[in-house]
Structure formats: C-alpha cells, structure tokens
Nanobody, 120 residues
Framework: QVQLVESGGGLVQAGGSLRLSCAAS????????MGWYRQAPGKQRELVAS???????NYADSVKGRFTISRDNAKNTVYLQMNSLKPEDTAVYYC??????????????WGRGSQVTVSS
C-alpha cells in the first residue's frame, strides 16, 4: 500500500498564491505519473495538472500560466505552485499517483484532499 499525504491548502484572497505538497510513503517500488485533481461543490473531479516520471507536464487550460507542477523523485513528493488564484479555483484538491509494483501491476492511489478557498 502507498499512502499520500497532502498539505498546504487554506484560505487566500484572489490574486494570491498557495503551494500544495503531496508526499507518498509506504511500500513504494516505482512511481510513474503524479498529478493533482480538484473537485468543486456540485462539479465533477477534474484534472488540474500531471507530471510524468521523466518530467513531462500537462495542465488544464484553466490553469495554464498560473499553476506549476513539479516533483522531487528522491522524496516521492509532488508540488503544485498556484499563483494568481481566482475564486473559481476554490475546490478540494486531490493528489494522485500511479504506482507500479515489482510484477508490473499499476495501481492509482489518491490522497484525502486539501481544501483551497479563494475569496474575492
């Protein structure tokens, strides 16, 4: 089992910044992609950003130019730097990771979520 623990959420005014962190621990063999999703009240969970093990990144159009995803493979940690925050960024942000075991089986793990609230 792999556990993901998120930190860094909170309340910020529009135009402000927050940095989310997500650390993976447990029976880690090989972590492939890592990513951040978010879910606002009454809406479906959506991809915010993802980063492959080699560093290639992918962003939702709504956050391009404002958010930056990065990872520290030595620490099994993924980060999301969020700048120029808008009220519509308010959501619960979930970390996720794709883990491969020694038998090449892939499992996706999720964190418990971190609330981000942007006031206008």
């Amino acid at each position: 089992q792999v556990q993901l623990v998120e930190s860094g959420g909170g309340l910020v005014q529009a135009g402000g910044s927050l940095r989310l962190s997500c650390a993976a621990s447990g029976a880690i063999f090989s972590i492939n992609a890592m990513g951040w999703y978010r879910q606002a009240p009454g809406k479906q969970r959506e991809l915010v950003a993802s980063i492959a093990s080699g560093g290639n990144t992918n962003y939702a159009d709504s956050v391009k130019g404002r958010f930056t995803i990065s990872r520290d493979n030595a620490k099994n940690t993924v980060y999301l730097q969020m700048n120029s925050l808008k009220p519509e960024d308010t959501a619960v942000y979930y970390c996720n990771t794709e883990h491969k075991d020694p038998f090449f089986r892939t499992t996706v793990y999720w964190g418990r979520g971190s609330q981000v609230t942007v006031s206008s």
